[in-house]
Structure formats: structure tokens, C-alpha cells
């Protein structure tokens, strides 16, 4: 599966995105979708996912309650809503998918995914 995020930008704290990630080639095969960001000089962590049948989500702590994970299935589109955005949401934001149908426990895992897209910057300023 080939995946292209985009909706990244410069926002003002406080303002909200809306990042999408198209998927394209074997899309029948999905079987969840990640969301990982990783800032300048930290690791990599992860921010929300979702399963493709029935819209069970997970969300990392550092987004709770501010995020809002979506798919349309028809469009083989996933979507990660950001509202209330920080400076320290400042990152390069990766989309991920799993052709396996794992539990939400353990969508956190950055093992569980097979393709990853190019990623998306989001720059929240002060």
C-alpha cells in the first residue's frame, strides 16, 4: 500500500488541522491506520490510530482529547483532526498502515505497521 499525507501547515496555537492520508494499491487489504510524529531530536511516538472496520481508535496521551481519528472507506482516506494545537505538537506527522486486524491495544505498537507514507510537517507557533 502506497500512502500520501498531507494537510500539515503553520498554524497558531491554539488552531486546528485537519492532515488526511490517501492510500492507494492493495487498499482491500487494510486493516487499521496509524498517526506518529516525530519532532526534531526525539524519537518517534505515536498519536492515534484507527481500524478500518469499525472505527475503534486509540490516541497517545500527548493528543488526547484534542484529537479525532476518521476514515472513509469508499476514498481509502484516513484523517487525524487536531484541535487545540500546541508548539509542542510541532513535528513531522507519519501516517502507517497494517494489513493485520489488531486490537486496539496494541495499535500503538510501530511494529504492528507494514507501509508508512512520507510524512507531513505541522509547525504550531507561540
Known amino acids: 500500500v502506497q500512502l500520501q499525507a498531507s494537510g500539515g501547515g503553520l498554524v497558531q496555537a491554539g488552531g486546528s488541522l485537519r492532515l488526511s492520508c490517501a492510500a492507494s494499491g492493495s487498499t482491500f487489504s487494510i486493516g487499521a491506520m496509524g498517526w506518529f510524529r516525530q519532532a526534531p531530536g526525539k524519537e518517534r511516538e505515536f498519536v492515534a490510530a484507527?481500524?478500518?472496520?469499525?472505527?475503534?481508535?486509540r490516541y497517545g496521551d500527548s493528543v488526547k482529547g484534542r484529537a479525532a481519528s476518521s476514515r472513509d472507506r469508499v476514498k481509502s482516506t484516513g484523517y487525524l483532526q487536531l484541535n487545540s494545537l500546541r508548539p509542542e505538537d510541532t513535528a513531522v506527522y507519519y501516517c502507517?498502515?497494517?494489513?493485520?486486524?489488531?486490537?486496539?491495544?496494541?495499535?500503538?505498537?510501530?511494529?504492528?505497521?507494514?507501509?508508512w507514507g512520507q510524512g507531513t510537517q505541522v509547525t504550531v507557533s507561540s
Open positions: 502507517a498502515v497494517t494489513k493485520s486486524r489488531p486490537i486496539t491495544g496494541i495499535l500503538p505498537r510501530e511494529s504492528v505497521y507494514d507501509d
Open positions: 484507527i481500524r478500518w472496520s469499525d472505527s475503534g481508535s
